[in-house]
């Protein structure tokens, strides 16, 4: 990425710092030095758009793909590691066994090394993204898409309280009543869905980050009252998360329909389950006893 130095009409912008060692943000009348860290990552890009929210939604989302895929090291190399310990446990002491198991031994700490170097890495690009992302939301942009990023990234991606989860599609039909109309698709959910694009850390996709679009369906099912959320994300178990429950057809309209037009913010699957969370409790407080 080429190192920005003017000023674009529309948004924030940035350019070199007084020492040239670095970069400053401009937002509104705020001018801001960006930490050396991200300034570095930033940089590391081989091409700048001359929008810096696209360059940094561009930069996140490369941070998630090597999170990811250091993360699949980690493991890989962890599971290795442990099929050499169990080896080694496993070894007799005969003449023959003390020579493997000092084959062993070898083998088992070359294979420590590896893992905690890749657990190393995984840590730094952690790190990086967690920082990138902090800069953003400590400028506190208040339009456009770092406004969005900003609003996505304070969220946390756990399941939130009150939230029931099902391993499966499956499991979540056991409840024959959920189950597809007699002219649907055996198998599926047979509600009305309310966008399929939600987002969620962990399982968006990174190969288009502009897209802003992530892979959780939301629907609610008349039938029970029930509004859920499926996750369809390639190979990835279709984990499904019942929200709530007793919610009429007008009143899942009237909560979810105004969030939509959110859907691409980071994490927004949070926001709609926060939502649907806190409707059915105030719905139960507010019933007559």
Not at 154 to 172: C, E, I, K, L, Y
Not at 235 to 243: A, G, I, S, Y
Not at 245 to 270: G, Q
Request: proline share 5%.
């Amino acid at each position: 990425m080429t190192r920005p130095t003017s000023k674009s009409l529309a948004g924030p912008w940035w350019e070199s710092a007084p020492d040239d060692r670095g970069l400053v943000l401009h937002l509104g009348e705020r001018t801001t030095a960006v930490p050396d860290e991200v300034a570095e990552v930033l940089l590391e890009q081989r091409q700048s758009s001359g929008d810096i929210a696209v360059d940094v939604l561009r930069t996140e989302a490369h941070l998630r793909d090597l999170e990811r895929r250091t993360a699949g090291k980690v493991a890989s190399e962890m599971a290795e590691y442990a099929r050499l310990r169990r080896l080694l446990a496993d070894t007799g002491s005969s003449w023959f066994a003390r020579i493997r198991r000092a084959e062993l031994r070898a083998k088992s700490e070359s294979a420590r090394t590896r893992y905690l170097d890749a657990n190393r890495i995984h840590a730094e690009v952690v790190a990086l993204k967690v920082n990138l992302r902090s800069f953003v939301i400590a400028m506190q942009p208040q339009e456009g898409l770092l406004a969005e990023a900003a609003a996505g990234w304070t969220r946390s991606p756990a399941v939130p309280a009150g939230v029931s989860v099902f391993d499966d599609v499956s499991s979540f039909l056991i409840d024959t009543r959920r189950d597809a109309d007699p002219d649907g698709l055996a198998g599926t959910i047979g509600g009305e869905d309310f966008g399929d694009l939600w987002r969620r850390d962990g399982d968006d996709p990174t190969a288009q980050p502009l897209a802003r679009a992530g892979c959780w369906l939301v629907g609610h099912l008349a039938r029970t009252g029930e509004i859920y959320a499926v996750r369809r994300c390639g190979t990835q178990l279709r984990e499904v998360w019942l929200m709530g429950r007793k919610f009429s057809t007008a009143r899942a309209h009237d909560l979810l329909a105004p969030l939509m037009s959110r859907m691409p913010e980071p994490n927004s699957l949070i926001l709609v389950a926060e939502a649907v969370v806190q409707a059915a409790r105030d719905h139960r407080r507010d019933r007559p006893s």
